[in-house]
T-cell receptor, first 111, second 112 residues
Framework: GQNIDQPTEMTATEGAIVQINCTYQTSGFNGLFWYQQHAGEAPTFLSYNVLDGLEEKGRFSSFLSRSKGYSYLLLKELQMKDSASYLC????????????FGSGTRLSIRP | DTAVSQTPKYLVTQMGNDKSIKCEQNLGHDTMYWYKQDSKKFLKIMFSYNNKELIINETVPNRFSPKSPDKAHLNLHINSLELGDSAVYFC???????????FGQGTRLTVV
């Protein structure tokens, strides 16, 4: 089976840096995703890690350690519009495998 | 140029009714999904189809019946709606070249 854990809520200050952690247990692993979801909207893709290490994309970076079953999403220079839920998700081995989501971390940015 | 589109966006109906939600993707993806997001915002997979074939059914009640007439469409029919079916239903698709899933805008179903 697949199990994904991430904190329920986090708060951070505008302009600061925040790290959202995710741990996962999967039977057959083929990648770790991070999605952003604003209230009332669909999830949108942020990043994908299949190999160990850090992937940087503008203000957002994502890290993966397969041996530890651990990932984090790092958001820099936080803006008010970054207030959203951040969903960690993993995929099984086959390209047609299901993508399983964690319960999401609701991030609130304060001025 | 909507990549994954689902209709309707809002659906309010009475208990016991039967309703359908339609989904279409123009990305050329082989795999399509239905997810349910409840009031606690947990996004849970319901079904997955690959090239029109059902590959995942996550112990969803058989009142829910997906149908894929072709690999660009995956519709969801729900019989005998119950209050607990109220949620946002998301359709998504993914392909071999792009591992991530692309989501439709969601259908907010309210059963009264």
């Amino acid at each position: 089976g697949q199990n994904i854990d991430q904190p329920t809520e986090m708060t951070a200050t505008e302009g600061a840096i925040v790290q959202i952690n995710c741990t996962y247990q999967t039977s057959g692993f083929n990648g770790l995703f991070w999605y952003q979801q604003h209230a009332g909207e669909a999830p949108t893709f942020l990043s994908y890690n299949v190999l160990d290490g850090l992937e940087e994309k503008g203000r957002f970076s994502s890290f993966l350690s397969r041996s530890k079953g651990y990932s984090y999403l790092l958001l820099k220079e936080l803006q008010m519009k970054d207030s959203a839920s951040y969903l960690c998700a993993s995929r099984g081995y086959s390209s047609a495998s299901k993508i399983i989501f964690g319960s999401g971390t609701r991030l609130s940015i304060r001025p | 140029d909507t990549a994954v589109s689902q209709t309707p966006k809002y659906l309010v109906t009475q208990m016991g009714n039967d309703k359908s939600i339609k989904c279409e993707q123009n990305l050329g993806h082989d795999t399509m999904y239905w997810y349910k997001q409840d009031s606690k915002k947990f996004l849970k997979i319901m079904f997955s189809y690959n090239n029109k074939e059902l590959i995942i059914n996550e112990t969803v009640p058989n009142r829910f019946s997906p149908k894929s007439p072709d690999k660009a469409h995956l519709n969801l029919h729900i019989n005998s709606l119950e209050l607990g079916d109220s949620a946002v239903y998301f359709c998504a698709s993914s392909g071999r070249a792009e591992p991530e899933a692309f989501f439709g805008q969601g259908t907010r179903l309210t059963v009264v």
